[in-house]
């Protein structure tokens, strides 16, 4: 299916509720421009982080998959004056990306990008004894979600709140025959995060300019 209507509607909601924004505008055509794949979180799912970001009053952020910083920006300006969002990103030219977005979009004294695999700079992270996170999005290679999952959990204050992306995959997360490595990421990671005692769970379907897919929201227990 092309999804159309829901197309029409993101594009609908966005003209609605997102500001002209020149700052992420740029960022979006520079991504482009670089040659970075267009995988960043649509208008929508932007400001609907911003906001679950706002809502958590969150101070510290960690966001695994950086790619052109465009999701980092609307993370960064919820933040209070005294918050911190540190990015994860495997790929040297991303990371380069992001930081001219970053700080053309004037947050970059909020963020802090760590280059290299994103499970390493978590041990890094926990070696530093880095204060615990109030919120995490993960949004990198599917085939580590169920690590991204635990390295959350660990490095997360109680009452935080974690987020995924693309657990659903235009529904082939349906598929227990799928052999595409990334739809058994999501799945074993919708399992893991079903099964953890530590959170309380729930996946949303979502819809639109970049078709099907789905979140997972999970709260840390206390
Ligand atoms: N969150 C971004 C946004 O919405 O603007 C999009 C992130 S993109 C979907 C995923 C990113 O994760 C890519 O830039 C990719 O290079 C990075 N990535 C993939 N595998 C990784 C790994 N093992 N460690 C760190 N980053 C990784």
């Known amino acids: ?12 909601i966005a ?22 794949p267009n995988i960043a979180v649509s208008p929508v799912l932007g400001k609907y982080l911003y906001l679950l970001a706002k809502l958590m009053g969150a101070r510290r952020i960690l966001e695994i998959g950086t790619l052109g910083g465009y999701s980092t920006t609307w993370l960064a300006r919820a933040l209070p004056e005294d918050g911190h969002v540190v990015t994860l990103e495997y790929e040297p030219k991303h990371a ?4 001219a977005n970053l700080d053309r979009a004037a947050v970059g004294p909020w963020v802090e ?15 530093r ?4 996170f109030d919120m995490v999005f993960i949004d990198a290679d599917k085939e580590n979600y169920v690590n991204y999952l ?14 995924a992306d693309n657990v659903v995959r235009d529904g082939r997360v349906l ?5 595409d490595p990334r739809v058994q990421g999501v799945q074993a990671f919708n399992d893991a995060l079903a099964k953890n005692p530590r959170v309380e769970a729930i996946v ?19």
């Not at 004894?129 to 615990?132: D, Y």
């Not at 598929?175 to 052999?179: E, F, L, Q, V």
């Open 204 to 222: 949303t379907q979502m819809v639109g300019q970049k078709g099907y897919d789905g979140i997972a929201l999970a709260r840390l227990r206390e």
């Open 1 to 12: 299916p092309d999804y159309q209507m829901f197309k029409d509607v993101d594009a609908y």
């Open 175 to 179: 598929d227990p025959t799928s052999n």
């Open 129 to 132: 004894g880095e204060p615990p």
């Open 96 to 99: 380069g990306v992001a930081r």
């Open 15 to 36: 003209d609605h509720f997102i500001v002209d924004d020149p700052a992420l505008d740029a960022a979006e055509a520079a991504a482009e421009s670089a040659g970075l």
């Open 150 to 163: 635990d390295w959350s959990i660990k490095l997360c204050r109680p009452g935080a709140l974690i987020i």
């Open 113 to 127: 990008i760590i280059v290299g695999e994103a499970v390493a700079s978590l041990r890094e992270l926990e070696e």
